[in-house]
T-cell receptor, first 113, second 115 residues
Framework: AQSVAQPEDQVNVAEGNPLTVKCTYS??????LFWYVQYPNRGLQFLLK??????LVKGSYGFEAEFNKSQTSFHLKKPSALVSDSALYFC???????????FGSGTRLQVQP | NAGVTQTPKFRILKIGQSMTLQCTQD?????MYWYRQDPGMGLKLIYY???????DKGEVPNGYNVSRSTTEDFPLRLELAAPSQTSVYFC??????????????FGPGTRLTVL
C-alpha cells in the first residue's frame, strides 16, 4: 500500500521568510513523488516531481523539494515566501508497479505581508 | 491547447437523479483519471483509464461509472445521485509509457451538490 501524510493543516509564514511544507510517505517500492498547488476554485497545478536522481528537485515559481529516503520525506521549500504563494499544497506519491497517485490531505500555506 | 476541460462547472442534483460529468483533453494523453475532493480532504481516485476502451476502479468507485471510447474523452456517470456524492470532481490526464509516471494535468473541476 502507498500513503502520504502532510502533518500540518496550515503553515503561516511572513513574506520574505523561508517556508517549508512537510510531507512524508510510505511505499513498498521506489517512490515517485509530486507536489501540486491549488488556488481557490481552481484545479491542481503541478509544481515539481521526484522520479530519480538528485535528491534536491527544483520546480516552478522558485519552489524546490528535498527527497530524503531514510526519513521517507519530501518536504517542499522556498527561500523567500511571497503573499501570492498563499494556497493549498498537496503532496502525492506513486509506488513503482502502481498506476494511481495517492494524495495527502493538503496543507494550507498562508503568507502574511 | 486548452489542456483538460470539464463541464459543467457547477450542478445541483436531487437525490436519485443521474448526470454525466464531461472531461476532454487535447494533449493526446493516454491516461485519464477522475478524482473527488471533499471539503478539507485530499483527492481520492474514483476511476482511471490507461487508453481507449480500458478503464479500472480507483479507491472510491461505488456509485459511479465511466467509459473511454476515444483518447480525448472520459465521461463520469452518476446513476442515482446521493448526498454523499456532494463533492468537487476533478478530471486529470497524463502521458505514461509502461509504469513510469508522467505529470498529471488537472481540469478546473465540477462542483456538484446533491440535495
Amino acid at each position: 500500500a502507498q500513503s502520504v501524510a502532510q502533518p500540518e493543516d496550515q503553515v503561516n509564514v511572513a513574506e520574505g521568510n523561508p517556508l517549508t511544507v512537510k510531507c512524508t510517505y510510505s511505499v513498498s517500492g521506489n517512490p515517485y513523488l509530486f507536489w501540486y498547488v491549488q488556488y481557490p476554485n481552481r484545479g491542481l497545478q503541478f509544481l515539481l516531481k521526484y522520479i530519480t536522481g538528485d535528491n534536491l528537485v527544483k520546480g516552478s515559481y522558485g519552489f524546490e523539494a528535498e527527497f530524503n529516503k531514510s526519513q521517507t520525506s519530501f518536504h517542499l521549500k522556498k527561500p523567500s515566501a511571497l503573499v501570492s504563494d498563499s494556497a493549498l499544497y498537496f503532496c502525492a506519491v506513486r509506488d513503482t508497479g502502481r498506476r494511481a497517485l495517492t494524495f495527502g490531505s493538503g496543507t494550507r500555506l498562508q503568507v502574511q505581508p | 491547447n486548452a489542456g483538460v476541460t470539464q463541464t459543467p462547472k457547477f450542478r445541483i442534483l436531487k437525490i436519485g437523479q443521474s448526470m454525466t460529468l464531461q472531461c476532454t483533453q487535447d494533449m493526446n494523453h493516454n491516461y485519464m483519471y477522475w478524482y473527488r475532493q471533499d471539503p478539507g480532504m485530499g483527492l481520492k481516485l474514483i476511476y482511471y483509464s490507461v487508453g481507449a476502451g480500458i478503464t479500472d476502479k480507483g479507491e472510491v468507485p461505488n456509485g459511479y461509472n465511466v467509459s473511454r471510447s476515444t483518447t480525448e474523452d472520459f465521461p463520469l456517470r452518476l446513476e442515482l445521485a446521493a448526498p454523499s456524492q456532494t463533492s468537487v470532481y476533478f478530471c486529470a490526464s497524463s502521458y505514461s509509457t509502461g509504469f513510469r509516471e508522467d505529470t498529471q494535468y488537472f481540469g478546473p473541476g465540477t462542483r456538484l451538490t446533491v440535495l
